[in-house]
């Protein structure tokens, strides 16, 4: 990957990011509750995937390799609530 590459992906990193941090300042903890069109997860569940989507990419970043998260980090479908 060469240096344009390189700044291209960060520049698109960022943006989601920023995106991704002003979609969640409006969430309320009423809200986290509420149903996604994501595989029938409410929105608790979904920001716990996106943690976790965040975290392999992390790991990632640190080790060269990409793979499952760690057991402890999985999310089963209905595990919401007891993380």
Known sequence: MDEAELAAGMELLERATGYALGAVSAVTPQALSWP????????RTLLHHV???????????????VG????????TRGSAGRR
């Not at 996604?36 to 929105?43: E, H, I, M, V, Y």
């Not at 499952?68 to 999310?75: A, E, G, M, Q």
């Open 36 to 43: 996604t069109p994501c595989c029938g997860c409410d929105l």
């Open 51 to 65: 943690n976790d989507s965040l975290t392999v990419l992390r790991i990632g970043i640190e080790t060269g390799r």
């Open 68 to 75: 499952p998260p760690p057991r402890s980090l999985r999310l």
